[in-house]
């Protein structure tokens, strides 16, 4: 029988884990669009980020001008318009960043189209800024999250009806990448362009069309991304791409970049981890355990119990120590291979 | 116009025509103005030294490399510059050298990009049967992924993927090279099977004297251009071709 306190601790780390698989689904279809673009053509799309976002703030717009035209329509018909509407305009911008920046430069040495990566990122940021300002935009209060326990304790760990549809539609689109990819002639297309261009086109594939059509599912699925982690933290704003492009990169680069089961798997450790640590940070560095050390801390400990060096603010941190460590470690990633001599 | 060296008129039966061609890398002329033409039907080879530039031929017939000077004309049309996904929806296949596997894929993954140019799912179907009939190793390793293929499995995925694409012009780069006597005996006899079926072939080869007794006509090539040409009976018994392409036999 599990005491009054391990009940708790578990309710905390199934509450984390819950939280951790939210927001890492998000992270794995983010990281799917990197890790697609990467392996057709070895360029990491630093832009792919900024097109998330533009898929959060085009959504989150159409989503409150419905509501505020006072439409009648149900909540759930208003958000699917808004990401109905979102990732048509996404794949128009990946589509237009693959014909315009990246494949006049598709035989200029690597650096230069990184570089341009880097550049478009920035330039859709302040196109974004210029749209829609510098103001957060905010989720109307049309959903109503209800929250249901996983365990028998009523006052313990549980999974939000939002949180439920974020992992379903994620897990979904990952299903039906994944059938794409491995089912369909142009899923083999694909990978037969990933290979080898040249044999590609021997074999009537226009490479062109293929490459195209890569970036613009993977924008297609950042749109849906967008969406969802702009509903999940109720904010949309046009600097979240930046730091969640850059987390779902390290998520990809985690699961190998290249391969899409890596980066679902990378995705979703990552949002573990960084759930996890985020949890945990605080505990682990709580300078009270060691308040017999000095007298300094417990004197401060005195007044504050809760006095740590790192809070939970220092969860962005994890995604980071993670790439390094990966970076480190295995650079090919988990389920990768040969980034070595492709990169 | 009369061709110089051939003899022959590029006439209305050609399905290829390659006329003053040359192709360079940079500055290096790898093929400078070369006359050639494949009549619909024949099995023609082109034969030559290593770096003679024949791989380089297809290349610019193929689009693969630019075209520097010169035309190609296929089926009476002109094609210089188009690019190789373009030529093959008009029956216009190669195998390249080094046949091109897609490694990663499997071998019915391979045979699909074959016919990718297709949309008549029933007939590819069968068409795959025949080629796993004419090729039986193929069948057993059809889940397999080409890259674990022998040298010669993988010479004969090629070819098999190229035909499924229904090819009227076959373009084939070295497709013995590196194989054991037995496999190139196979190779051979697939092609002369292939050419009795009615598809029209530009076969190179290093190995001369074979490619020489089952072409109709040949052509040698030497450091960028043409330097005979004829009937294949004719070159075989050739002194000159012999003394320097068929080795010893010349005696
Ligand atoms: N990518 C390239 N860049 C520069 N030069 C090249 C390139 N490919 C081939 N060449 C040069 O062009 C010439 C013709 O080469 P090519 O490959 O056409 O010869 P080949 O007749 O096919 O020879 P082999 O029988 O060895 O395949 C050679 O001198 C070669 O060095
Ligand atoms: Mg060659």
Not at chain 1, 12 to 23: D, P, S
Not at chain 1, 170 to 186: I, P
Not at chain 2, 4 to 31: C, F, M, N, R, W
Request: aromatic share 6%; glycine share 12%; with cysteine.
């Amino acid at each position: 029988m599990p005491t009054g306190q391990q009940e708790e601790c578990l309710d905390i780390f199934l509450q984390q884990m819950i939280n951790g698989l939210t927001l890492g689904s998000v992270y794995a279809v983010v990281a799917l669009g990197y890790t697609m673009v990467y392996g057709i053509i070895q360029l990491i799309n630093f832009a792919h980020g900024e097109v998330v976002m533009i898929g959060a703030m085009v959504a989150f717009s159409v989503i409150n001008a419905l509501v505020g035209a006072h439409t009648g329509l149900p909540p759930l018909a208003i958000v699917m318009t808004g990401v109905l509407v979102a990732i048509p305009v996404c794949m128009a911008v990946g589509y237009t960043l693959e014909r315009v920046a990246y494949r006049p430069l598709r035989s200029a040495p690597r650096l230069a189209p990184l570089i341009t990566a880097i550049g478009l990122s920035i330039v859709l940021q302040n196109l974004a800024m210029i749209i829609w300002s510098r103001n957060p935009m905010p989720f109307p209060q049309i959903i109503t999250v209800t929250p249901y326990h996983v365990t028998g304790n009523t006052d313990g760990a549980t999974i939000t009806n939002v949180q439920i549809a974020i992992i379903v539609a994620s897990v979904l689109m990952m299903g039906g990448l994944l059938g794409l990819v491995y089912r369909t002639k142009l899923g083999i297309a694909m990978r037969a362009t990933s290979q080898n261009q040249q044999i590609a086109g021997l074999m009537g594939i226009d490479i062109n069309t293929v490459i195209s059509l890569t970036f613009v599912i993977g924008a297609g699925l950042g749109a849906v991304a967008g969406v969802m982690v702009g509903t999940y933290y109720g904010i949309a704003q046009y600097q979240m791409g930046f730091l969640l492009g850059l987390k779902a990169f390290s998520a990809a680069v985690l699961g190998g970049i290249g391969n899409l089961a890596g980066a679902m798997l990378g995705g979703l450790l990552l949002g573990v981890i960084e759930a996890l640590g985020a949890g945990y940070v605080g505990d682990l560095t709580n300078l009270c355990q060691i308040a017999s050390w000095s007298d300094a801390i417990a004197t401060r400990c005195a007044s504050d119990p809760n006095l740590t060096l790192f809070g939970s603010n220092y969860q962005d941190v994890f995604a980071f120590l993670v790439l390094i460590a990966v970076l480190i470690f295995r650079p090919s990633g988990l389920l990768g291979e040969r980034v070595g001599d492709r990169a | 116009m009369s061709d110089p060296v051939t003899g022959s008129s590029g006439s209305a039966s050609a399905l290829l025509e390659l006329s003053k061609l040359e192709v360079a890398y940079g500055g290096i002329q790898a093929v400078k103005g070369i006359d050639l033409h494949v009549d619909k039907g024949e099995l023609v080879c082109l034969i030559g030294a290593n770096g003679a530039g024949k791989t380089t031929t297809l290349k610019g017939i193929c689009g693969l490399q630019p075209v520097k000077r010169g035309t190609i004309r296929y089926d009476g049309k002109d094609i210089t510059g188009r690019p190789a996904f373009e030529l093959v929806r008009n029956g216009l296949a190669m195998v390249p050298e080094g046949r091109g596997v897609f490694g990663a894929l499997t071998i019915e993954e391979n045979l699909a990009m074959g016919a990718y140019v297709r949309d008549d799912r029933a007939a590819i179907a069968t068409d795959i049967e025949r080629i796993f009939h004419l090729f039986p190793r193929l069948k057993e390793r059809r889940r397999q992924t080409a890259g674990t293929l022998s040298g010669g499995e993988q010479q004969m995925l090629a070819m098999g993927r190229a035909l499924l694409s229904k090819p009227r012009l076959l373009l084939l780069d070295e497709p013995s090279m590196g194989l054991a006597p037995l496999m190139v005996q196979k190779v051979f006899e697939t092609v002369m099977t292939v050419s009795q079926e009615g598809v029209t072939i530009l076969l190179i080869e290093q190995n001369a004297k074979l490619a020489l007794e089952v072409s109709n006509r040949g052509y040698v090539m030497e450091s960028g251009a043409i330097t005979l040409a004829g009937d294949a009976k004719t070159l075989l018994h050739d002194p000159a071709v012999r003394a320097a392409y068929l080795g010893e036999s010349a005696a």
